[in-house]
């Protein structure tokens, strides 16, 4: 009987070899080169499906605060431009002046919703008391609306509105709801 060899137990049962013509067919051959079995690919299927599971929703989360940004970010250029036209044509802006100072945004009156995906900009103005003010309104994809209040002489104001269904410059109050900086 053989005894243990450098690479394993002695082979019991060795291999027929089965030969069609001139060529020798190896049953045990076919094993070898099948490739991943079952098992191993639906590990592999398994561990995709876990990273998939765990990274949709971190990239979702990312993904909605981009979409504010871009509302807050068009409603910033417009009122730099509503403070050009102040500035250089001693005028207040309207929905009119504003469109020729800044063409790459579509300036809607103050009661259409304005989504910022399609760069539009929702405008009201009006005076309280003896003090003209302006309201420029942006709704970002996520669904939270955003406005930015400009009185002469005063410091910009911001508001933020979470998951409005409309997103215009005249539903809001000039005199209340503000602050300094976005919410």
């Known amino acids: 009987m053989c005894g243990w060899g450098a690479f394993g137990p002695p082979n019991l049962f060795p291999v027929q070899r089965v030969t069609e013509g001139a060529a020798t067919v190896n049953p045990d051959r076919q094993r070898d080169e099948a490739g991943f079995t079952l098992v191993e690919l639906l590990i592999v299927v398994g561990i995709i499906g876990v990273l998939i599971g765990v990274m949709v929703p971190t990239l979702l989360q990312a993904r909605t605060p981009a979409q504010d940004r871009q509302a807050q970010n068009l409603l910033r250029n417009s009122l730099t431009a509503a403070k050009s036209i102040g500035t250089s044509d001693g005028v207040e802006p309207t929905q009119a002046t504003l469109a020729t100072e800044e063409i790459g945004v ?78």
């Open 106 to 183: 579509s300036f809607m009156d103050g009661t259409t919703t304005a989504p910022a995906g399609t760069r539009n900009v929702s405008v009201a103005n009006g005076v309280v008391g003896t003090t003209w003010y302006l309201v420029l309104a942006s709704q970002s994809t996520s669904g939270r609306c955003f406005a930015v209040l400009e009185r002469p002489g005063q410091s910009p104001q911001f508001q933020r509105v979470e998951s409005s269904p409309t997103c215009r410059a005249a539903q809001f109050d000039s005199t209340t709801g503000w602050s300094s900086a976005w919410p």
